[in-house]
């Protein structure tokens, strides 16, 4: 039973992809993360054993700590957060709980490096319209809230990638781009392990209004709408991937949330 200091996996995977999501925090030991690598979506791995010289890095934040099975190691680490002011919760049963809920877990090997500060940094082409703002949302959400985004001309994406150590994606001859009939978001979330019923829905209508096929799904027309709206909008990239954020939350509740419910204006005009 959850008590205010633990969370419970069903709850945990109702924040996960939100904008409410807690910052999650894996600090199973090595052995126990060589036998399964992978994470839970948008945790990072930091060492237990040196908690006291990070917690001060999650000030201010709302943190679940993960460790194998939701005890000694977590219970700690929570606890030792708690003492430095940060708001933490242990994940109930920890990853091992997780697993056997059959939650969707992200191959740490398919994550890019990070930064100095912690940062998966990704570089793309400038003047993004659709998949170049679903793709930093789904990484945002699911892989690396605090993953930063160079837009630059679309001829210099590979040379900046290079100088810059940053992962290139949505443009020609790299891994993270449009495979066959699929775009770069339909990639990401098959690679990345996210292949749930509302991503794979997004996913779809991403791809109708990314490729032009709205006939693949009724609420492309809409998305595209969106989307050209915003880049019309906004001359500044990082100004509309922060507007975007928010288009691509509420279509990803529509999709987990809200596909069977409708809406009619009622009236209740006596009939003559």
Same mark, same amino acid.
């Given at each position: ?14 924040? &996960?992809?939100?904008?409410?999501? +807690?910052? !999650? @925090?894996?600090?199973? $030991? /090595? ?98 319209? &659709?998949?170049?703002?679903?793709? +930093?949302? !789904? @990484?945002?959400?699911? $892989? /690396? ?128």
């Amino acid at each position: 039973m959850s008590s205010y200091t633990s969370i419970s996996t069903e709850k945990l995977s109702r924040l &996960i992809g939100t904008a409410n999501a +807690p910052t !999650l @925090i894996d600090v199973r $030991i /090595d052995e126990d993360f060589a036998a399964d690598p992978r994470l839970i979506p948008g945790a990072m791995r930091r060492p237990h054993a040196e908690v006291q010289e990070w917690a001060s890095r999650l000030t201010g934040q709302s943190v679940v700590v993960v460790c194998q099975k939701g005890q000694k190691l977590s219970e700690g680490t929570a606890a030792w957060l708690r003492h430095a002011q940060v708001a933490a919760e242990v994940l109930e049963d920890g990853h091992v709980g997780w697993k056997e809920a059959e939650l969707p877990t992200v191959p740490a090997g398919k994550i890019p490096k990070r930064d100095g500060r912690g940062r998966t940094v990704w570089v793309t082409r400038s003047r993004p319209k &659709i998949d170049r703002i679903a793709c +930093p949302w !789904l @990484i945002r959400r699911f $892989i /690396d809230p605090a993953a930063v985004f160079l837009f630059v001309a679309s001829a210099e994406v590979q040379a900046v990638a290079e100088r810059f150590d940053a992962t290139p994606f949505d443009v020609e001859n790299v891994f993270w781009s449009h495979r066959g009939d699929l775009c770069t978001f339909d990639v990401m979330v098959e690679e990345f392990g996210l292949a749930t019923p509302p991503l794979q829905r997004l996913a779809t209508m991403v791809r109708a209004a990314d490729t032009g096929r709205l006939d693949l799904s009724p609420e492309a027309a809409g998305l595209l709408a969106a989307s050209l709206g915003l880049s019309r909008m906004y001359d500044d990239d990082l100004e509309q991937l922060s507007a975007g954020m928010l288009l691509y939350d509420a279509f990803f509740r529509w999709c987990r949330d809200a596909t069977k419910e409708t809406h009619n204006w009622p009236t209740n005009k006596a009939k003559p």
